[in-house]
């Protein structure tokens, strides 16, 4: 998703009276368009600033509503988390009683039917006119939620042309689309030629430029159906080791990630990616903090590869699981994962989400977390939720003002 420049309208109205004043002033005598001249002077047609776009419509939405939040409704809004089992109502409680701009739902949360599925959405969702986030893993083959998806997965995709990755991820969109869903954290960028790695399966190339051309077909097949979500950047594949137990280290420099791990991500938002997915891995020649903790490596995402859109951290839950002492406090982490850049925080472990959201209103509240970072954070989170609710668009109905989805 390309955020919008905001149209500076009182500039453009300036601009305009300029104009018809020009068109106004009296010309010097002895011109052509004096009273001397045989014919009619010319009248200058006054410019009318083109009218605001629907993205611009939903930046400015956004903003709304996010400077008439509360620090904790800004806070709970840039969160994800999930409650077990496929009750619909505890799945909204969770929502509800937060405010938080979304749920993921994990294997225990997909009921049997893509009926059952439609009716738990409809009810988690919320309010039409701006949702909440509805996220899910829906990759095909090894991570796949849908038990009725039997779409070619990436262990088959890529070794055929990227005709048929696109049509498999277009049919996969549908499938979420059609039950509820409007984000999927389902596309890989990652590369890795190792048979051993847990990615192997996972992955939809295992040399840069085979990836891109399929990553970059993945994101063609899901646009305007459902939102697609690249992940894990800076990449997984060259970092050994499975980052739900640990803490992988790639021994990339600057230099040669540009020319391998970059270039799907790179491919990825070119072809128009609204989420990216920041991994718990690291590149210590680049920055020894993990990518979803690094600042640099947010920075690398906005400035060198252009990303505009909503960057959310892989499950943060993950990176106490690594075991290393000064990533067990979730708290801690989450405030790091906001500091460094990112958009919506995924937090799996829903009853830790209270605490979490606490210890984030505090570090705002005494200026540790810039309230920007968070406003800015929210809006695009907010922009999200009022794309997928497809608000100001043409015959769209109008989003309510304020309120939690």
């Known amino acids: 998703m390309r955020r919008p420049r905001i149209r500076r309208f009182g500039a453009v109205a300036l601009t305009a009276a300029l104009i018809l004043l020009a068109g106004c002033a009296t010309e010097p005598a002895g011109s052509s368009g004096s009273a001397a001249s045989s014919g009619p002077s010319p009248t200058s047609e006054p410019t009318t600033p083109a009218p605001p776009t629907p993205a611009e419509l939903r930046h400015a939405d956004a903003v ?54 439609r009716a738990l959405t409809g009810v988690v969702a919320g309010d039409p006119g ?28 890529r070794t055929e042309a990227p005709d048929a990755t696109e049509a498999a991820f277009a049919a996969r969109a549908r499938l979420l689309a059609d039950t509820g869903v409007s ?11 190792d048979p051993s790695s847990f990615l192997a399966d996972r992955v939809l190339g295992v040399t ?56 799907p991500f790179r491919a990825g938002i070119n072809a128009g990616a609204e989420l990216m997915m920041t991994g718990h891995v690291r590149f210590p020649t680049i920055d020894p903090l993990p990518a979803s903790l690094s600042p640099e490596w947010h920075r690398i995402a906005r400035e060198d590869l252009g990303f505009t859109g909503v960057i959310v951290t892989d499950d943060l839950v993950m990176l106490q699981n690594s075991g290393e002492p000064a990533l067990l ?17 995924l937090h799996l472990d829903g009853a830790a989400v209270p605490a979490m959201i606490d210890g984030l209103i505090a570090a705002v509240d005494s ?39």
């Open 329 to 345: 406090d979730a708290t801690q982490n989450a405030i790091q994962a906001l500091l460094a850049g990112n958009d919506l925080l």
């Open 183 to 193: 984000v999927n954290f389902g596309i890989m960028a990652d590369i890795t030629a």
């Open 64 to 117: 709304e509503r996010v400077t008439s939040a509360t620090t904790r409704e800004k806070v709970a809004s840039i969160v994800m988390s999930t409650a077990p089992g496929t009750d619909p109502a505890a799945l909204r409680s969770l929502i509800e009683a937060q405010g938080l701009g979304g749920v993921i739902l994990m294997g225990s949360n997909v009921p049997a039917t893509p009926e059952e599925l």
């Open 130 to 157: 701006f949702p909440a986030l509805i996220g899910i893993d829906q990759e095909g083959g090894v991570v796949s939620r849908l038990a009725w998806d039997d779409l070619p997965s990436a262990s088959a995709l």
């Open 208 to 263: 840069p430029d085979d990836a891109a051309d399929r990553v970059a077909a993945a994101v063609r097949g899901e646009r305007g159906v459902v939102r697609s979500t690249l992940k894990h950047f800076p990449g997984h594949g060259s970092a050994p080791g499975n980052s739900h137990e640990m803490i992988p280290q790639s021994p990339l420099d600057r230099a040669a990630w540009k020319t391998t791990e970059a270039v």
């Open 367 to 405: 200026g540790a977390v810039p309230e920007a970072r968070l406003v800015d954070a929210a809006t695009r989170v907010a922009e999200l939720r009022l794309e997928i609710a497809g608000a100001h668009e043409p015959g769209s109905a109008p989003a309510a003002v304020v309120g939690p989805g």
